[in-house]
């Protein structure tokens, strides 16, 4: 019980106090409240003048991240091509001595044609060769029909031109001839 009426004394003090001030501390009181509550208002301008510095500065690191990401994204790729160029320049440079032959060149040829399509594998590049598989339009583009007794219709006979995907999606369909 005494804590009880303890408490109930402690909940009318403050009004007691408030009731007995004077005009003067009253008005001392507000603008004290006054002053914190500029200081308050102050602090969270600050922070808010901060919070918005610090936004368009992550927007300019962020766009600047965006745009080397974009000036720099084929690097690799660069790099891995410039072994297929290198390539290329050997075959030549082999093909112009005088004791090259047709069957050097085109061996060159190949494994130059190997390195190309393993660079452009290790990119998600995979060429489409469709040789002996049923005509597929979503993957292959007919060139021409050819009655073939003994193959089934709509296969592919022959591939005139590979087609390309790019991690899975169509660059360039495979030009192919179908039997009738």
């Given at each position: 019980m005494t804590k009880k009426k303890?408490?109930?004394?402690?909940?009318?003090?403050?009004?007691?106090?408030?009731?007995?001030?004077?005009p003067k501390e009253k008005e001392d009181n507000l603008k004290e409240q006054l002053i914190q509550a500029q200081q308050s208002a102050k602090d969270n301008w600050d922070k808010l003048l901060?919070?918005?510095?610090e936004?368009?500065?992550?927007?300019?690191?962020?766009?600047?991240?965006?745009?080397?990401?974009h000036k720099f994204a084929l690097d690799s790729f660069v790099k891995a091509l410039?072994?297929?160029?290198?390539?290329?320049?050997?075959?030549?440079k082999t093909a112009q001595e005088e004791k090259a032959t047709v069957k050097h060149i085109v061996e060159g040829l190949e494994m130059t044609n190997k390195v190309f399509l393993s660079t452009l594998e290790k990119f998600g590049v995979v060429m489409i060769n469709p040789e002996d598989e049923a005509f597929?339009?979503?993957?292959?583009?007919?060139?021409?029909?050819?009655?073939?007794?003994?193959?089934?219709?709509?296969?592919?006979?022959?591939?005139?031109?590979?087609?390309?995907?790019?991690?899975?999606?169509?660059?360039?369909?495979?030009?192919?001839?179908v039997a009738q």
């Open positions: 303890s408490t109930e004394k402690e909940d009318i003090n403050p009004t007691i106090k408030a009731v007995s001030q004077t901060r919070s918005q510095a936004m368009e500065n992550l927007k300019r690191r962020n766009a600047k991240d965006v745009e080397n990401a410039l072994e297929v160029k290198d390539s290329l320049s050997m075959g030549i597929n339009p979503e993957l292959h583009e007919a060139v021409t029909m050819i009655p073939m007794p003994g193959k089934d219709s709509n296969s592919v006979l022959e591939v005139v031109q590979f087609g390309f995907t790019l991690n899975g999606r169509l660059v360039r369909p495979a030009m192919v001839v």
